[in-house]
C-alpha cells in the first residue's frame, strides 16, 4: 500500500464516518455541517488520486468556513433545542481524534518525503485537517452551551479559522 492509498482510504473512513453521522442527527444545522466535513474529505481523496497519477495539482480552495459560518447565523436566528447526551459528544470526540490523526499522518508523510510537491500537497491537506479540529472543539462546545456560544462570540470563534 502507497502512502497515497492509506491517504486515500483514510480520507474515505473519516467521510463514511461524518455521512453516518450526518444521518444520525436530527438538527439540520448540525447535519449539514458533518455533510460539508464528509465533502472535504472526497475532495481531499480526489485531490490524493490525482497527485498518486502524477497529476499537478494544487488543493482547491475550500468554502467550508463560510458554509459553517451561515449555519452558526441561522442558528442565531433560530436557535435549535438540544438534548445533548453522552453519545452525542462521543460523536464530536471520536470525530476529532479522526481528524488529529490524519492530520499527524500527513505531517508525518510529509516530513518523511523527498519530494516537494508531496511536502506540499501533504502540509495542505494536514493544515486542512487542523482547521476541521478546530471547528469540531467549536461544534462541541457549541453543543454544550449553545446561548452562551452565540451570544458571547458573536461568532468570532470561527473568524480564525
Request: charged content about 30%.
Given at each position: 500500500?502507497t502512502i497515497f492509498d492509506a491517504a486515500i482510504a483514510m480520507e474515505h473512513e473519516v467521510e463514511a464516518y461524518y455521512r453516518q453521522m450526518s444521518e444520525r442527527i436530527n438538527l439540520p444545522g448540525i447535519k449539514n455541517i458533518f455533510i460539508f466535513l464528509a465533502n472535504e474529505e472526497v475532495r481531499?481523496?480526489?485531490?490524493?488520486?490525482?497527485?498518486?497519477?502524477?497529476?499537478?495539482?494544487?488543493?482547491?480552495?475550500?468554502?467550508?468556513?463560510?458554509?459553517?459560518?451561515?449555519?452558526?447565523?441561522?442558528?442565531?436566528?433560530?436557535?435549535?433545542?438540544?438534548?445533548?447526551?453522552?453519545?452525542?459528544?462521543?460523536?464530536?470526540?471520536?470525530?476529532?481524534?479522526?481528524?488529529?490523526?490524519?492530520?499527524?499522518?500527513?505531517?508525518?508523510?510529509?516530513?518523511?518525503?523527498?519530494?516537494?510537491?508531496?511536502?506540499?500537497?501533504?502540509?495542505?491537506?494536514?493544515?486542512?485537517?487542523?482547521?476541521?479540529?478546530?471547528?469540531?472543539?467549536?461544534?462541541?462546545?457549541?453543543?454544550?452551551?449553545?446561548?452562551?456560544?452565540?451570544?458571547?462570540?458573536?461568532?468570532?470563534?470561527?473568524?480564525?479559522?
Open positions: 500500500m481531499h481523496a480526489d485531490l490524493l488520486k490525482l497527485v498518486s497519477k502524477g497529476s499537478k495539482v494544487k488543493l482547491p480552495d475550500s468554502h467550508l468556513l463560510s458554509d459553517v459560518q451561515a449555519v452558526f447565523k441561522e442558528f442565531k436566528t433560530n436557535p435549535p433545542v438540544f438534548n445533548v447526551n453522552r453519545a452525542d459528544f462521543e460523536v464530536y470526540e471520536h470525530a476529532l481524534d479522526l481528524e488529529r490523526r490524519s492530520e499527524a499522518y500527513y505531517r508525518t508523510e510529509a516530513a518523511k518525503s523527498s519530494s516537494k510537491e508531496i511536502q506540499a500537497i501533504f502540509n495542505q491537506i494536514a493544515d486542512e485537517e487542523n482547521r476541521h479540529v478546530f471547528l469540531l472543539e467549536h461544534l462541541k462546545n457549541y453543543a454544550s452551551r449553545p446561548h452562551q456560544w452565540v451570544e458571547d462570540a458573536e461568532f468570532n470563534h470561527l473568524d480564525m479559522y
